[in-house]
């Protein structure tokens, strides 16, 4: 038990202090960078901050309910998508160095909470850990699909990268949902929703 502890540790601080890599190209690669008015650049960067952040969140939210996880199919179902939220890191820290900014000071808060709403999850059984996995990527598509509609049009670098982010996520609540994921009750999706609220509007900022 101890070392599993420690792995789980050393992946925390691998998430918030080691550069993420990326298995697959990222989805910009082929893309030419376009001049950005400054307004429009710092706009950009807010939204991919934003979008960092919350793959650190989601690394805490799979890492805390593989923990706690019942069964070897909804286990591997979280490792799976934390596997390629790893990648979602990659590509969008990549992208917030191109535009000239850094990540969120506020990560390490939101991973400590994320790692306790996860583990918190996964206590509750199988069925609400995945329908807790379900929902959080049904909101995360649709927030990504906000962010298409906000990015410059100039920028199709950030909008490869975000397009490709949704595909995946969307995904990953269609796997969650085929393994049996339970539907939140409402006050529940409220809940997420004013969270998910609150450290959009920090992480845009800083």
Known sequence: MLDKWIVEFDKGLRTLFAPAQSLRPHPDAELEETELEAQEKQHALGLMRVNHCGEVCAQALYQGQALTARTPQARDALRLAAQEEV????????????????????????????????????????????????????????HLDSHLALLPEGDAKSRAIVTQMRDDELKHADMAHELGAATLPAPVKSAMKLSAKLMTGASYRC
């Open 87 to 142: 990648e979602h890191l990659a590509w969008t820290e990549r992208r917030i160095r191109e535009l000239g900014g850094r990540p969120s000071l506020f990560n390490p808060l939101w991973y400590t909470g994320s790692l306790a709403i996860g583990v918190a999850a996964g206590v509750l059984g199988d069925k609400w850990n995945l329908g807790f996995l379900e929902e959080t990527e049904q909101q995360v598509g649709a």
